[in-house]
Each structure stands twice: as C-alpha cells, then as structure tokens.
C-alpha cells in the first residue's frame, strides 16, 4: 500500500474507489490524515503521496517538510508524489499557463482590483477551495467592486479571493465541455468529460454515454499536452479539470486531493463498465506507482524505515514527545 497523507475531513474522494471498486481483499493505498502526522516517528521506504496541498496548515507544512527531508535526495525525487515544496498554487500555475501561452485568459488577485487592466466579463472566487465562482459572470467595474464589497460584508477576505476573466468554451452545439484527467505516477488516465449548457459545468445528473466522451477515455487524445502540464505543476497526483478553446487546452486548475470515482448508485447504467474501466486504470497506476516513484526506480529490497527528526516547532516537539498519550 501507498500512504496516502490527506485531509481528515476530506477522505470522502477515494474512499468509494477505496471500499466499492478495488478488487476484494486488495487496498492501494493507507490513508494517513495530517492531524495525525506529528505522531510518525519513522515510516517505511517506499512511495509517498502527498495530497489537499492547497489546505495544509503551515503546521502541516512542516511536518511534511521534515517527511521529504528525511529522504536521501535522489530517492526523494523518485519515492514522493506531490513534493508540498514543489506543488504550484493555483495562482502560480494559471498565471504560468498565461505567460507561457497555453490559457487564453488571466487571473488576477482581487485585493489589487483598482490597478487592473481587466478584460471583461469576469467572476469570482476562492484562492484555495474547488468550489466553484461566488458570482455570476461581472461585465464592467462598478458592477464588480460592488460584488467584491458585498462579498467582504458577507465575511470574505479579498486576500483569499481572485479575479478570473471568463472565456466562452461553447462548442459548435451550444454546449460547454469540461474534461477532467487524472495523473498518477507516469500515467495520465482519462475521467470524465461534464457537458452543461451553463457556464459553470459541475457535476451534471446520470445520463446515457456519449459516443464523444466513450471515445475521449478510449483515445485519451490529450494524453502528451496534459502530462506536460501536470510537470509543469510538479504534480503526480491529482486531477487536471480543463476545457478547449479554439482546439487549445484551456486548464481551470489541478486538484491534489480529487474524488477518483463515485459510488456506482450515482452512475447510469450503461456508464458502470466505463466507470468499470477508469477503476481498472486507477488500481493499474496505483500499482505502478508503488514499484515506480514519480521520476524513477524505487532501489529493489529497499524496505528500511525512515526515521523523521524532530520538527523545529516547540508544540509540535511536545506534541511527539507526548506521542502515546494522544494515542
């Protein structure tokens, strides 16, 4: 099994995969939440993911700090999947993707909104959460400071907040496409594509297979681009939520900490031996992964513990000295 460091609160995204769709008696990863990782003392060599990068705290950040350090360097490259020092921000990773030509749109922090050459309409939303915009598309700036003051009264922080200019991805049929693909180790797997006629395309209700999105898992056609951007964030694990624009690969953002698969309930019928086939190439990758590491070959027979040094926190040293009480 791979440990898995997540979110206490947020192991609802692989737990179906996890409980529903492995193989009997076969479980790839060991979920370690955060709030528990003062308590490691050692851990075992081998592969470590590292996911919900956007919400440790910086307590949090340490400890995983004082995990990859513990590695001698060359295996650290190759054992640690989302290396916490190495993972691009949202912010940092879109504005990359600016620059360097791939996205066709901007984002901008909402706290600097009076100094901004801004290409309307717009919207808003969190730095770090995947929850979608807090606005409806905002067509000229009087109409957005008013959104951004209505949103500090209602207990929003501007820091926490960013500006992203909408881009229309409609195809020829009046419909928007969002493709999402996962990336695990060295392999880039296909998840889904959610068609919507809105804006904003979520989770959309059970419906009967598209002859589209059957031939985009089968033919994973963006397989090269998207690992080339998945290197570009220094992750290798997580989920790339994206859309085209003009044939261009447009990306809306990569979450470390993605739901890989639903209970089979909320699937049509006709969608499970698809659904069937992503499950097989998540435990494939997963299985992958525990022999191969994010860049390399894990040395054969190496199964010596790691053992973590105290981490330069007070409260968090007294907090491992006191290790079994908390047990």
Known sequence: MIPLFISRRHTYTVKPFLTIWCPSGTRPLQLISYQSLYRIESIRQGPLIFSDIDRLTPCQKELAFSLCEAIDEPLCQSLVLNHPQAVMTRERLLARLWKGGWNHYRIHPCAAEPDLPLRFPVFIRRIHDHNGPLTQLIHDRLELRNRIHALTLAGEQPNRLMIIEYLDTRGADGLFRKYSTFRIGNQIIPGHIIFSRHWVAKDSPPEPVREEERQFLHEN????????????????????????????????????NPILIYEKYRYAKEMLPLKQLLADRLNEALSEAAKIGGNGLIPGGEVQPIRLPLPRSPLLRWQRRLRPVFL
């Not at 998945?230 to 953002?253: M, P, T």
Request: aromatic share 12%; net charge negative; with cysteine.
């Open 221 to 256: 056609p963006h397989r090269e681009a998207l690992m080339t951007i998945f290197k570009e964030a220094c992750i290798e694990y997580g989920r790339i939520d994206y859309s085209l624009h003009e044939g261009n690969i447009q990306v809306w953002e990569i979450n470390t």
